[in-house]
């Protein structure tokens, strides 16, 4: 059974600080890893990494992805109270439109 | 307005009952996905489909009947409601598939009594 493992589950920290979210994976037949944000609402797109060692830049976020230890980490830098959501990593594997999901990182971040 | 819509954001039913739950897209994607959240287990695809008139089983199919006689709609139903199924029901489309990126509707929040 494929399994995707997020840690921590949740995190508080203060506007400014630095926070590594990971995402440990144990599938069959990987295609490709996606993180996304939910706010309130609906999850939006992040990033999706296929390659290792291939760094994918948004402004203050950054992800890479190891395939060899299969995992993933998400940074985000000079953390803003607008970063305060779930974020969620997803790994496409096996059949075309097989995704798993895991049960996301809590990220608040206070003033 | 461009986007993926869900209809009704809210839905009280009680056991039993049949219950349809929309969700509309304008961008022309072919693909589209039914999802449902819940504590301690993420998202789970329920449904997908790679277009019109073409659908196949997720994860947890299982109480659960779509179509796709349209590209822009791709309903989700009930046939006979459980306390189980009480959720938060996410529809999703994608250009390319599942594990390409994929654009959100803002959820319908379904509780079943």
């Known amino acids: 059974e494929d399994k995707v493992v997020q840690s921590p589950l949740s995190l508080v920290v203060h506007e400014g600080d630095t926070v590594t979210l990971n995402c440990s994976y144990e599938v069959t037949n990987f295609r490709s890893l996606l993180w996304y944000k939910q706010e309130k609402k609906a999850p939006t797109f992040l990033f999706m990494l296929?390659?290792?060692?291939i760094e994918k830049k948004s402004g203050r976020l950054s992800s890479i992805l190891d395939k060899k230890e299969l995992f993933s980490i998400l940074n985000i830098t000079a953390t803003q109270t607008g970063d305060s959501a779930i974020y969620l990593c997803a790994v496409n594997s096996g059949g075309y439109q097989k995704v798993t999901f895991g049960t996301g990182t809590k990220l608040q971040v206070i003033p | 307005d461009a986007g993926i819509t869900q209809s009704p954001r809210y839905k009280i039913t009680e056991t039993g009952r049949q219950v349809t739950l929309m969700c509309h897209q304008t961008w022309s994607h072919s693909y589209m996905f039914w999802y449902r959240q819940d504590l301690g287990h993420g998202l789970r695809l329920i449904y997908y489909?790679?277009?019109?008139?073409i659908t196949d089983k997720g994860e947890v199919p299982d109480g659960y009947v779509v179509s796709r006689s349209k590209t822009e709609n791709f309903p989700l139903t009930l046939e006979s409601a459980t306390r189980s199924q009480t959720s938060v029901y996410f529809c999703?489309?994608?250009?390319w598939g599942g594990g390409q990126p994929q654009h959100f509707g803002d959820g319908t929040r379904l509780s079943i009594l």
């Open positions: 489909s790679a277009a019109a008139d």
């Open positions: 296929t390659s290792s060692g």
């Open positions: 999703a489309s994608s250009e």
